[in-house]
């Protein structure tokens, strides 16, 4: 077929004789590409995982620069061999690009979905009114315009995935490239994904979408199929498909699944699950009673839910995109409380409810017991892998079982053998790509030989080829006798390997309404209090004078005082004490040690007490309680601050009390936006720490059941991996940035107007007077 479409003629990006590597040239990830793309055309990348396809995209997207060749993106001339890359040219082309990558995680640049959205458009200097209509539309596009308001690093893979591509949508780019968008969602988000496509490509839009998915080539005008970091055919989607060797592709049209089923799946929890299914043991490896779960934010994902999965049995369940599919898996496994219910997973009671009414978990000799029945491959692979090497990493768990180092060796070398990556042994986990990462994880779990295998999403991102080999192990596993739970978006899948296939029920999340003001602006109203309500710089400005404030506290009137504006600043700010406490206990409980060392070491007063050299004087309660009242008082303000303010809010206030320092020199733009960062990185770090642990844990670690000193080892083993963790997030953070047009010193519009009002006046007049009224005390 010749190497252009016939609607058009015009290139969007032409690529020369690329060559790529990652290691200096021992290897190449892109060798001799060459490769014409065409305004307004739909190009998709298909071939095996590591054929070179998401590094081909970051190219087309502009966002790293190869080691030879040439490249010219919107005609903007980026790279050349003999001049290297033209940073200037880099930036204007970007400008007309957008890119949805892999993983949705590290695309997030902020903590409220609306304002994740309108960073790109605020980048490109829009008006603040058509910013807003931009945010409305694409969120409306990708089906969350609920959603607004809410925090998407809290959100669901499949959820963080639609609103990434959201953010994109916002830029309105002349080429769009996505690498595997639609991995993670649902039957229903990747169908609305794909008509957003279709409207985009109607409307001129360039698209180059990275795929492993048959059928969501089927409207695109050309199929680059790669192999081995080289173009090995490109073909019309109307003709007939190009396959992977030795796979067979079946192409089902996205929306149309039903025809695979019949008609919707039964929920889980609405059958007879107390009969036995055909061909599986009288006993059941799997129940669960009356489960629930509730998170942290107060919205219930799991509600009552109650159903069994017979020995021997494999269950595939589905469900919609933050349905607590992945929490119950976690939940099966122990990785997680549960907030009522019981479980029992092979013989082993994980969570139950006891005759006084209350829930009590595993102990630490049941959860031994668990580790060595329970396989857990995660739904992000590389969350899992934190050895050196692959044959490091799949030993992992057989050693923690006690074995000699021949068993551990034979496990290793099947379990690799099963998924056919013995090549991949003396590899660093950290350099394969999301595939291949995905196939380690999962050997390292079978080669447990558990009896009871809990799969999140085994097959994503895989290529035909990878889910041929996840399909063989299965039905192994099924011949041996293995329990399996299998979540998946694929109903293909699911009715070819289970026994039985259900749906999650989904408990609707209550979202909270998002006010918009005449000017297109929106406010996330998180916390309607009157505290919630106040513009964040005065805000910031009087919550730290009052803190400030509270270290010139010296005397019990004063401390009463503070005490006093503190609790009127919580009622101000509706969030309740229990609450409260709850969040800041562990440091309260650190002042309260710290109070007694000051009750034994202060000597001057009279003496209250005496117990051998040690004495407790009148003056060392004094100083004991006032210390640890002061701040206590410090504490809670801050926290009240931080739960009424989003960290988007914070920054831009920040950002804005610094901007006459800028007449200084001081790039003020900038260390607003890595305050921003590090206050999005927080709960990203600690999802990693939490994953790594976990995976320890799910195969036999330590870290969750060894003595003190044991798990103390295990935990600072974990450094390691972090660090790779945070790197690589870092890393994936930066290109994010790039995709989304910031650079330093640009001129950004700011689509969060503050408009200080009465509320604000009355505050600072408080927080004056409370700090006069200190003064004179």
Not at 156 to 165: F, L, P
Not at 212 to 221: M, Q, V
Not at 252 to 277: C, H, M, Y
Not at 510 to 524: A, Q
């Amino acid at each position: 077929m010749p190497d252009s479409p016939q609607q058009s003629t015009t290139p969007a990006a032409e690529l020369s004789h690329i060559r790529f590597s990652y290691d200096h040239g021992s290897t190449w990830a892109l060798d001799d590409v060459s490769l014409t793309v065409y305004a307004g055309e739909r190009l998709c990348l298909v071939g095996p995982n590591g054929s070179g396809k998401s590094t081909l995209a970051r190219l087309i997207a502009g966002l790293t620069a190869p080691d030879s060749g040439a490249i010219t993106l919107l005609g903007h001339t980026v790279y050349t061999s003999s001049a290297g890359p033209n940073a200037a040219e880099y930036r204007a082309a970007r400008r007309g690009i957008g890119m949805v990558f892999q993983n949705p995680e590290d695309q997030i640049v902020t903590t409220v979905v609306e304002d994740d959205v309108a960073f790109g458009p605020e980048n490109l200097g829009l008006e603040r009114s058509h910013i807003g209509e931009r945010i409305e539309a694409s969120l409306t596009a990708v089906g969350l315009a609920s959603h607004r308001a809410s925090d998407p690093t809290r959100m669901s893979g499949g959820q963080q995935q639609r609103a990434a591509i959201a953010g994109m949508l916002a830029m309105n780019p002349a080429i769009l490239v996505l690498d595997e968008p639609t991995a993670m969602l649902d039957e229903t988000a990747r169908a609305e994904v794909m008509t957003v496509l279709d409207r985009l490509q109607a409307r001129g839009t360039t698209i180059v979408h990275v795929t492993h998915h048959a059928d969501e080539t089927l409207h695109a005008d050309r199929i680059v199929h790669m192999e081995q970091g080289r173009i090995i055919e490109i073909a019309n989607p109307h003709d007939a498909p190009c396959p992977e060797p030795g796979v067979v592709q079946t192409v089902v049209p996205v929306g149309t699944s039903d025809s695979v089923t019949g008609g919707n799946l039964p929920l889980l929890g609405d059958q007879a699950l107390d009969s036995e299914p055909a061909g599986t043991h009288a006993s059941a490896a799997i129940r669960v009673e009356h489960l629930q779960y509730r998170y942290g934010s107060g919205r219930t994902v799991i509600q009552n839910l109650s159903f069994h999965v017979m020995q021997g049995e494999t269950l595939a369940i589905m469900g919609a995109n933050g349905s607590g599919k992945s929490t119950l898996a976690k939940l099966l496994c122990a990785l997680g409380k549960p907030t009522g219910g019981s479980i029992e997973v092979s013989g082993v009671p994980v969570s139950q409810v006891t005759r006084a009414g209350k829930l009590r978990g595993a102990n630490r000799e049941q959860l031994m017991q668990l580790r060595s029945r329970v396989g857990y491959v995660m739904q992000h692979p590389e969350h899992q892998l934190f050895a050196d090497t692959v044959a490091d990493d799949v030993a992992y768990g057989p050693r923690n079982q006690k074995l000699d180092e021949a068993q551990v060796q034979t496990r290793v070398g099947d379990a690799l053998k099963a998924l056919h990556i013995e090549h991949l042994a003396n590899r660093s986990p950290f350099d394969l790509s999301g595939g291949q990462q995905r196939l380690v994880a999962i050997a390292g779990v079978v080669a447990c030989q558990p009896k009871v295998l809990i799969m999140d999403e085994p097959t994503a991102s895989l290529d035909m080829r990878a889910k041929a080999r996840i399909h063989e192990l299965i039905r192994t596993l099924q011949r041996q006798g293995v329990t399996i739970v299998m979540i998946t978006h694929d109903r293909a899948e699911a009715f070819a390997l289970a026994d039985r296939v259900t749906c999650m029920p989904d408990e609707h999340e209550t979202v909270r309404e998002t006010s918009v003001d005449t000017n297109g602006s929106s406010k996330p109203v998180r916390n309607h209090s009157y505290v919630g309500r106040l513009d964040p710089r005065m805000k910031m400005v009087g919550f730290l004078a009052a803190m400030f404030t509270m270290f010139a506290v010296n005397t019990p009137a004063q401390l009463i005082l503070g005490a006093a504006v503190t609790f009127g600043i919580i009622t101000a700010a509706g969030i309740h004490p229990i609450r409260l406490f709850s969040a800041i206990h562990p440091i309260l409980a650190l002042l309260a040690l710290m109070s007694l060392t000051n009750l034994i070491v202060v000597r001057t007063g009279s003496t209250l007490v005496s117990l051998g050299p040690l004495s407790i004087t009148s003056d060392g309660v004094m100083i004991a309680v006032l210390y640890a009242c002061r701040f206590a008082l410090v504490i809670i303000l801050g926290a009240v601050f931080l739960q009424t303010t989003t960290p988007t809010a914070m920054t831009d206030a920040f950002e804005s009390l610094l901007h006459p320092l800028q007449r200084l020199g001081m790039h003020t733009q900038e260390i607003a936006l890595v305050m921003s960062l590090a206050l999005r990185f927080i709960p990203t770090l600690t999802g990693e720490t939490k994953s790594i642990i976990d995976a320890q844990a799910a195969r036999g670690g330590s870290v969750e059941t060894g003595s003190l000193g044991q798990r103390v080892k295990a935990m600072s083993a974990i450094i390691v991996p972090v660090f790779a963790g945070t790197l690589r997030h870092a890393d994936n953070l930066s290109l994010a940035l790039d995709a989304r047009c910031y650079e330093e010193g640009i001129t950004r519009t700011h689509w969060r107007v503050f408009s200080p009002g009465p509320a604000d006046a009355l505050f600072a007049v408080i927080i004056i007077a409370y700090i006069a009224a200190i003064v004179m005390l």
